[in-house]
């Protein structure tokens, strides 16, 4: 497995998960954007015990086509089926985990419906690069997430990939959350 995002930034991410637990907050956990699995053995291991479900999401294909929204000199590495990883390599490297398998869901963001989310959301971890689709997966979890949830955006502040803080910004102007930034991470705390 390779590591698409720091150590100091998966500890964030499974303090905030650990956060929503603690406080009682129910529902299902989703990333979209799973890739190899990386982070995705963390969120499974951290919910053993709890009534809790991940569902991971991606097209095992890589990324799609940049828009405009995503343009920057910084990120010309980006391209269309760069981090791709087949499906079969994902469940190898969870099995070797010994973490209980997700729900995965193979299918670009924007093929997917509201029946392929959980209908209750308390953490969401969004990491698919680009504009669209952080907002695909926006509109996917935008119903089911519950007060109290948290969402944590990855690469809000990494300028090689200027949609993602575009898209984040502009949903958080539509909704009732508090914004904070730690290392890339935009964490938003749901209050309604
Ligand atoms: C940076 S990687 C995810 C890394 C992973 N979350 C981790 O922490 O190890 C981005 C992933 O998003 C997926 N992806 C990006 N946009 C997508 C879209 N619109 N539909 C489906 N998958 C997408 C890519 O295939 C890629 O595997």
């Known amino acids: 497995m390779t590591n698409q995002i720091s150590s100091k930034e998966v500890e ?3 303090r905030e998960l ?3 637990i603690n406080n009682g907050t129910s529902g299902d956990v989703v990333e979209f954007g799973c890739y190899d699995g990386g982070t995705s053995v963390h969120l499974a291991k951290e919910i053993i015990g ?3 479900k991940l569902y991971v999401y ?3 294909e ?3 086509e ?3 929204a995503d343009t920057s000199p910084l990120g010309l590495q980006f391209m269309p089926g760069e981090l791709s990883v087949s499906k079969k390599q994902f469940i190898k490297n969870i099995m070797s985990a010994r973490v209980p398998m997700p729900i995965i869901k193979k299918a670009w963001f924007s093929d997917l419906t509201l029946e392929d989310v959980p209908k209750q959301i308390s953490f969401a971890f969004l990491d698919g690069d680009y504009y669209l689709s952080i907002v695909d997966s926006q509109k996917l979890i935008e119903k089911s997430i519950v007060t109290g949830s948290t969402i944590i955006v990855d690469d809000y502040g990494n300028s090689a990939l ?3 803080a575009r898209a984040v910004d502009e949903w958080l102007s539509r909704h009732d959350a508090i914004k904070k930034v730690e290392q890339s991470l935009a964490i938003i705390y749901i209050r309604n």
């Open 18 to 20: 650990r956060r929503v």
């Open 50 to 52: 709890t009534d809790k």
């Open 62 to 64: 890589g990324l799609p």
């Open 162 to 164: 200027p949609g993602v």
């Open 66 to 68: 940049k828009t405009s």
């Open 58 to 60: 991606d097209s095992f």
């Open 12 to 14: 964030i991410i499974l």
